[in-house]
């Protein structure tokens, strides 16, 4: 890199609060295995190498994806290293558009509780409505969701790198972009800028890597010039996606297969990345080697990925941390039903409406099968009811399930017959979750759940 770039000025004087580290840094973009076809990185592994570093914070950062978050987040924990949960989303112009290009990679990170509630809610979005070859959303979509979020302009995959190599007016139509950007975001909104290399014993580099890196220097250049034009922002990252430098062929391995070719000359797609051999360098490095091969062109973007990591606090109580927590059972909503009101006509108990309600439905149940005069049948709709409903919310958990369940199959997706203990309950059969008859079969409820258990046990340790 030395010779590509222009050396950064003398940084000014530094206000706000000691940094601790010597090389402060923070790694804002990562990539763990569930970057499916990208990452191998495993969440582990990885966060234990950030302890060892000394490192305080580490951000996770999959593929339009939080699908590890809550592991990463324990492991974070356990090894005193403070979380920063993220994604590199797929941002588009309008994501209900069938246009399979129409679509820029954007690293969003949580600055608070609120900003991973709206991270949650861009992920569903992007998968329910904007899904199509990824799962992408809009600015209108990202607008209505960006309260505490931490925005990076992400890889050469990012809009600004792609107008800045490939339009005519490119470096113009990026200032454009990062005012919008900044306009929504302030001072949460930073330029990124990679240069991944070499690891120095990959010869001969393919025509694609050569490319890649010559770009990556034209990008970083002109997002420098950006940057001081609009007073705004850089970080540096090294778009990590294993761990240990020799762990790139793992990675190349995988992407290989997930271009369903061992073509070189193949055009099939190459998951999230360029074609580019993985002979770049996207490994977890030290503090002291991203200070070594950055700190004398970006001291401050380096800085300024600590203060990231500074500013990003979330709290997710979780059982397995030893949290004191209750149970968080979502509210469900039964439906009008009119012989459910009949029902509720002749029973007078005190019991909630939800164990009445499951009660209705086995019933119900066992008369539509031709059940309802088997005594042996009655007994034990009779028994499980009552371990059932002595703890309220495991009747809830019950319709939650059937509602999914009858969802699928209403909806031509394929179920099951059920699986593991459930198949031993009665009622789970009565209300349309499981196939086996558990009686015809010989199976035990008392397997699934127990008297006892059902006194002692609150909902959390079923789901």
């Known amino acids: 890199m030395d010779g590509c770039l222009r050396k950064a000025p003398s940084p000014a004087f530094r206000q706000g609060p000691p940094i601790r580290m010597k090389h402060p840094f923070t790694h804002c973009h990562c990539h763990s295995e569930f970057s499916l076809w990208d990452g191998v990185a495993q969440i582990p592994q990885m966060v234990r190498k950030t302890a060892e570093f000394g490192m305080e914070h580490l ?15 324990e492991e974070c924990k356990r ?35 609120t900003g991973y509630n709206n991270l949650m809610k861009l992920v569903s979005k992007s998968n329910i409505e904007g899904k199509y ?44 972009v990062v005012k919008r950007f900044k306009d929504l975001f302030g001072k949460d909104y930073y330029l990124e800028v990679m240069y991944q290399g070499t690891p120095g014993d990959i010869e001969p580099l393919s025509e694609d890597t050569k490319k890649l890196m010559v770009d990556q220097q034209t990008v970083i250049n002109s997002l420098y010039d950006i940057s001081k034009k609009l007073d705004t922002k850089m970080i540096v990252t090294n778009d990590v996606h294993y761990v240990c430098q020799e762990d790139y062929i793992s990675r190349y391995m995988k992407m290989r297969i997930g271009s369903w070719s061992t073509d070189d000359t193949s055009d099939n797609d190459f998951g999230d990345s360029n074609k ?15 200070w070594a091969k950055w700190g004398e062109y970006f001291p401050d973007a380096l800085t300024n990925t600590y203060e990231i990591g500074e500013q990003c606090n979330i709290e997710i109580p979780l059982l397995s941390l030893g949290d004191n927590i209750g149970s968080r ?23 909630p409406l939800d164990v009445k309600y499951v009660k209705y439905l ?30 309220p919310s495991f009747c809830t958990y019950f319709l939650i399930t059937r509602d999914f369940v009858q969802f699928a199959k209403n909806s031509g997706i394929y179920v099951g017959p ?20 558990p009686i015809e079969h010989g199976l035990d409820f008392e397997r699934f759940l127990s008297a006892d258990k059902a006194y002692q046990t609150t909902m959390l340790d079923y789901l």
């Open 59 to 73: 951000a996770l950062t999959d593929h339009g994806t939080m699908g590890g978050a809550i592991k990463f987040y």
């Open 79 to 113: 090894n005193s290293v403070k979380p920063i949960i993220g994604m590199e989303g797929y941002f588009c112009n309008n994501m209900h558009s069938r246009d399979k290009s129409n679509y820029y990679h954007l690293i969003l990170l949580a600055k608070n509780n």
């Open 133 to 176: 070859k990824k799962p992408r959303f809009d600015f209108k979509c990202l607008s209505d969701h960006s309260e505490g979020l931490i925005v990076s302009s992400a890889c050469i995959l990012g809009e600004l790198a792609q107008n800045i190599l490939h339009k005519e007016n490119g470096v113009e139509e990026a200032k454009n």
């Open 276 to 290: 580019a051999d993985d002979s770049l360098d996207y490994h977890l490095k030290s503090p002291e080697a991203m």
């Open 329 to 351: 059972m979502p509210y469900f909503k039964i439906p009008e039903d009119e012989g459910f009101n009949i029902y509720l006509d002749s029973d007078r108990s005190n019991a």
């Open 362 to 391: 086995t019933i119900k149940g066992l008369k539509e099968k031709g059940l309802d005069n088997k005594q042996e049948y009655i007994n034990r709709l009779k028994h499980e009811l009552a371990v059932i409903g002595s703890n």
């Open 418 to 437: 059920g699986r593991g203990s459930a198949g031993g309950s009665l009622v789970m059969h009565l209300l349309g979750v499981t196939l086996p008859d």
